[in-house]
């Protein structure tokens, strides 16, 4: 059955038609019955995110989501010749419980597999994937004049941080996760950060993002210090919110989705203020999510508008930030590769996979038994070079 339909919805719609529970699909029950009934991801069963990443914007337990609409016309996605890859794809897709790869060479799709009882019509979550369409929205909204400097103090632009530590931040050290500002990031930790900023309280017309940094400490002088931080980039969907007067979904359908030709609808969830929670939780197609790898290849042109400002990939997509791992760095919300390619990364083993030199885009979902699970993720780089040494075979002269 594919996913696209709401699984909530067919529970709702055969109870309406009479009928009986055991004349569902057995899998389409066993995905129902395992539908999460608390608010944190990070510690459901795995037989809850199998069911739940798929229709994270119609669980009930969940805040509202908003529409990212698309265009009329999809991007298209020609079949190319399948790449010759060294790796088992069924048993390396198994062990990684991967739900969709999509890998594009030179504008052409080379391999294109589900898995989970997923297709291509479904959206899956993209957890902190969603954080590099963040980033780049900050592009967007400086090309469009919304936001004046990188250089800005954070605080121009969200009043609601004036008076807290993240005074004398700018939105560089921001977008680089270099503010100072001390962070737990722990996802086994029910007391981390991580764990408890979505549900904090929010202060009168603060957005409970807001709310919940301002009271954070300082650990280090802005731009000295890398430690990642979901909630930071919480804030600069906030900010992109503040300086463009446009929701961050809509922005980001005006900008991309809609002109770039994305295929279907995708969602974003949002927080308790009614804001999209800019560092996780956005819903699309895997087709789609290699068409936001194939915008950024293209230098961020959609619809043939430039939408971001000149340099910026070039800037973004570079180490910024130095995270300790010989060979590799942090951007503007991308991880970066001293070889040049960069990745968009989520928990549980989402992913969009970057090299401008080989003109390739993996695009992965999945659904690790783990949040972070550190053997996948060395298969995960390890698979990535087996593309790359593909793709690198194919363009070789014949002797």
């Given at each position: 059955m594919k996913t696209k339909i709401l699984l909530v919805a067919m529970l709702v719609v055969a109870v309406a038609l009479g009928l009986s529970w055991a004349l569902l699909p057995r899998d389409t029950r066993n995905l129902i019955a395992n539908m999460p009934k608390d608010t944190n991801v990070l510690f459901w069963s795995q037989a809850q995110r199998d069911a739940a990443f798929r229709a994270m914007d119609a669980l009930p337990v969940l805040a509202k989501a908003r529409t990212i609409e698309a265009g009329g016309k999809a991007y298209p996605l020609p079949q190319g010749d399948p790449l010759a890859i060294d790796t088992d794809i069924d048993a390396y897709m198994q062990h990684q419980r991967?739900?969709?790869?999509?890998?594009?060479?030179?504008?052409?799709?080379?391999?294109?597999?589900?898995?989970?009882?997923?297709?291509?019509?479904?959206?899956?979550?993209?957890?902190?994937?969603?954080?590099?369409?963040?980033?780049?929205?900050?592009?967007?909204?400086?090309?469009?004049?919304?936001?004046?400097?990188?250089?800005?103090?954070?605080?121009?632009?969200?009043?609601?941080?004036?008076?807290?530590?993240?005074?004398?931040?700018?939105?560089?050290?921001?977008?680089?996760?270099?503010?100072?500002?001390?962070?737990?990031?722990?996802?086994?930790?029910?007391?981390?950060?991580?764990?408890?900023?979505?549900?904090?309280?929010?202060?009168?017309?603060?957005?409970?993002?807001?709310?919940?940094?301002?009271?954070?400490?300082?650990?280090?002088?802005?731009?000295?210090?890398?430690?990642?931080?979901?909630?930071?980039?919480?804030?600069?969907?906030?900010?992109?919110?503040?300086?463009?007067?446009?929701?961050?979904?809509?922005?980001?359908?005006?900008?991309?989705?809609?002109?770039?030709g994305m295929e279907g609808d995708a969602s974003w969830l949002l927080n308790s203020a009614g804001n999209e929670i800019s560092g996780c939780c956005l819903q699309a197609r895997t087709r789609d999510f290699a068409r936001f790898g194939l915008f950024i290849l293209g230098g961020g042109v959609a619809g043939g508008q430039q939408v971001l400002p000149d340099g910026w990939l070039a800037e973004a997509t570079v180490k910024q930030a130095d995270i300790g791992v010989p060979g590799r760095g942090y951007g503007f919300q991308w991880w970066t590769n001293d070889d040049g390619s960069f990745a968009a990364q989520g928990i549980f083993g989402q992913g969009i996979f970057i090299d401008p030199a080989r003109k390739l885009v993996i695009a992965t979902n999945g659904d690790w038994p783990t949040a972070q699970d550190q053997e996948r993720a060395a298969e995960r780089e390890a698979f990535y070079k087996a593309v790359q040494r593909a793709v690198d075979a194919r363009a070789a002269p014949a002797e």
């Open positions: 991967t739900a969709g790869i999509v890998i594009i060479h030179d504008g052409k799709v080379v391999l294109e597999k589900y898995g989970l009882g997923f297709d291509g019509e479904g959206k899956w979550t993209s957890f902190s994937v969603a954080k590099s369409l963040t980033s780049t929205m900050v592009g967007a909204a400086v090309k469009d004049g919304y936001i004046k400097s990188l250089d800005d103090d954070v605080t121009v632009y969200i009043k609601g941080l004036k008076g807290s530590a993240y005074e004398g931040v700018t939105v560089r050290q921001l977008l680089t996760m270099t503010s100072g500002v001390r962070w737990n990031e722990d996802y086994t930790d029910r007391n981390s950060d991580v764990a408890r900023f979505n549900n904090a309280k929010p202060e009168d017309g603060l957005d409970v993002t807001v709310s919940y940094m301002r009271h954070l400490p300082r650990e280090a002088e802005p731009g000295t210090k890398w430690v990642y931080k979901t909630g930071e980039t919480n804030l600069i969907g906030i900010l992109v919110e503040e300086a463009s007067g446009k929701k961050l979904a809509d922005y980001l359908a005006e900008k991309v989705w809609k002109p770039f």
